[in-house]
C-alpha cells in the first residue's frame, strides 16, 4: 500500500489521466476485477472501488486481469519500484529482454554471478512475486500487444513472445485474461487480412515530456546515411542481433505519448528482444520528471534544462564503442567520416540502399589501412573487437585494460549505449566547456542522472 503522499499523487493523477504518471503505477477496479493504467478513457471508479499498484505484475497477481481498452500491456516500462538495486535492476532488463525465457532460472543467476536463491529474494522484496512469474507476466502481456495491434497468427504470436508450446501458451493466457486468445481476437474492432509482409508495426509509448525536436537534431548530426535515415517525424535503421537481421522505423506520435514503430526482421523470435532495444535507442522508458526534478536542484545547471531531453542510444555497447573509439581526439565531424567509412568498408549489405553496422568479427578480420588515423588508434578498435567478441561485451570496465582506451572512451560507451544512467566522461572538452562557462562544480548533485546531465550540457554549447 503506498503511503498517504504518493496515494494522493495516484489519486490526482489517475483523475487528471496525467500522462506522466503512465507505467508508473496501475489502477485496480474491485467491482470489474480490471486493472487499468492511469490514462484511461473509461469513466473515473470511485475511489473507495480502487487499488493502487506500483506494476502491472502484482495487480496481475493481485487477481485482476489487464483492461482491454487502455491495454496495460502498452504502458511505458518503468524502473521506480527496482529502488538503487543495481542487481535487480539489470536482472529485470534482461528479463523483460527475454533472457528467460529460454533458460533456467539457476543458470540466468549464475550469469549474473548471483544465486537463484538471492534473486528470488529480491525479487519478492521489491516487487512480491518470483522472477519466474515476472518473466511469465512480461511473456503475456506482450503476447497480448501483439494479439491487438498485429494480424500475426496466434501459433506464431505464442513462440514469438517466449513460451515453448501453444498449449502452455494458451493455458497461461485464459487464467491470466479470463478469455482464450482467439476469443480476444474476436472482441477486436476494425480487423484486416494478414500481413502479406513481414513487416510488423507496434505503438511503443513513453511517459511525456519528450521533446522530438532535440532528439532529432542530435540523430540528424549524427546521421550514418549506410545504415540509418533521419527525417522531421522518424528515425529509421538497419540492425542486427544474434544472427537476425531488420530495418527499423520509428514514427514520432506526440498526440498519443508514443511512436509507430514499423519492424522488419530476419527471424521473428527475436520481435522482444528487437523492441526492448528500440525503447532504449529512443529512451522511451526514462522518467523525465524524476530526472530534470534532480538535475534541477542544482541552482546552476537548473537555468541550462531543456525539458523533454532524451538520452539516444546506439543499438549495442559495441557499436557504442566502436564510436567512441573512432571519435577520440577529433571533432563530431570527423569522427563520423570515420565511421562512415568503417560501415561501407567492412559492413554487410542489408538492401540496395542500407548496410548493416559492421560486427566484431568482421573488425576483428578486416583490413584497416584505409582509415586516415594513427596506427595506434587502429589497433585499438582491432583489440577493442577483439575483446568484444571474447567477452560478449560483459563487464565493461575491463576495456580500461585495453592500450589506447582510457576513462573518457569509457565513460561515452557508457553514456552512448543508453545502459548507464550516471555515465559522465569529465574529461570531455564539451562539458568541461559548459561547466566552466556556466561556473558547475558539484556534479554530485546530478547523481544518477549525470548521463542526462552530460547531454545537456553539450546541449547548452
Request: glycine share 4%.
Amino acid at each position: 500500500m503506498p503511503n498517504s503522499a504518493t496515494l494522493k499523487t495516484y489519486q490526482q493523477a489517475r483523475l487528471a489521466r496525467d500522462p506522466r504518471f503512465d507505467g508508473t503505477f496501475f489502477v485496480a477496479v474491485k467491482t470489474t476485477g480490471i486493472y487499468c493504467r492511469p490514462i484511461c478513457p473509461a469513466p473515473a471508479p470511485k475511489e473507495q472501488n480502487v487499488s493502487y499498484y506500483p506494476s502491472s505484475v502484482q495487480a496481475q497477481e493481485a487477481g485482476f486481469r489487464p483492461c482491454l481498452r487502455c491495454r496495460p500491456e502498452t504502458a511505458p516500462l518503468s524502473a521506480a519500484w527496482l529502488g538503487n538495486q543495481a542487481v535487480l535492476r539489470k536482472a529485470v532488463t534482461r528479463i523483460q529482454a527475454g533472457a528467460l525465457n529460454q533458460t533456467s532460472l539457476q543458470d540466468f543467476s549464475e550469469s549474473m554471478g548471483i544465486s537463484d536463491r538471492y534473486l528470488r529474494k529480491l525479487f519478492q522484496q521489491y516487487l512480491g512475486v518470483s522472477p519466474i512469474i515476472y518473466a511469465n507476466h512480461l511473456r503475456l502481456m506482450f503476447a497480448k500487444q501483439l494479439l491487438h495491434q498485429t494480424q500475426l497468427p496466434i501459433n506464431d504470436i505464442a513462440f514469438i513472445a517466449g513460451f515453448n508450446s501453444v498449449r502452455r501458451f494458451n493455458d497461461s493466457f485464459k487464467a491470466t485474461m479470463k478469455l482464450s486468445p482467439s476469443n480476444l481476437r474476436k472482441k477486436l474492432h476494425n480487423q484486416q487480412s494478414l500481413q502479406e509482409s513481414q513487416a510488423i508495426q507496434l505503438k511503443l509509448h513513453y511517459r511525456p515530456p519528450y521533446d522530438w525536436s532535440l532528439m532529432q537534431d542530435f540523430l540528424q548530426q549524427r546521421e550514418l546515411s549506410a545504415i540509418e535515415t533521419v527525417t522531421d517525424h522518424s528515425y529509421s535503421r538497419t540492425f542486427s542481433l544474434d544472427g537476425a537481421n531488420g530495418f527499423l522505423t520509428a514514427e514520432f506520435d506526440s498526440s498519443n505519448s508514443s511512436f509507430k514503430v514499423t519492424i522488419e526482421l530476419s527471424d521473428m523470435s527475436k520481435l522482444l528482444e528487437v523492441t526492448h532495444h528500440i525503447r532504449r535507442v529512443m529512451d522511451l522508458n526514462s522518467d523525465l520528471e524524476v530526472i530534470e526534478k534532480t538535475l534541477g536542484q542544482d541552482s546552476n545547471l537548473q537555468p541550462l534544462l531543456k525539458s523533454g531531453l532524451r538520452l539516444p542510444a546506439t543499438w549495442n555497447t559495441f557499436e557504442a564503442g566502436v564510436k567512441a573509439i573512432l571519435g577520440q581526439q577529433v571533432s563530431v565531424k570527423a569522427a563520423y567520416t570515420h565511421t562512415a567509412s568503417v560501415i561501407e568498408q567492412l559492413g554487410s549489405d542489408y538492401n540496395k540502399q542500407y548496410k548493416l553496422f559492421p560486427t566484431a568479427q568482421q573488425i576483428v578480420d578486416g583490413e584497416l589501412s584505409f582509415l586516415k588515423m594513427p596506427n595506434s588508434r587502429k589497433q585499438t578498435l582491432h583489440n577493442f573487437a577483439q575483446w568484444y567478441l571474447d567477452t560478449n561485451g560483459e563487464d565493461l570496465s575491463s576495456i580500461l585494460d585495453i592500450k589506447g582506451i582510457g576513462p573518457w572512451t569509457y565513460e561515452y560507451i557508457k553514456l552512448r549505449s543508453g545502459f548507464d544512467s550516471d555515465a559522465f566522461p569529465e574529461k570531455d572538452l564539451g562539458v568541461i566547456k559548459a561547466m566552466e562557462k556556466h561556473n558547475l562544480t558539484n556534479t554530485g548533485q546530478w547523481q544518477p542522472w549525470r548521463s542526462y546531465a552530460t547531454l545537456q550540457l553539450w546541449h547548452s554549447l
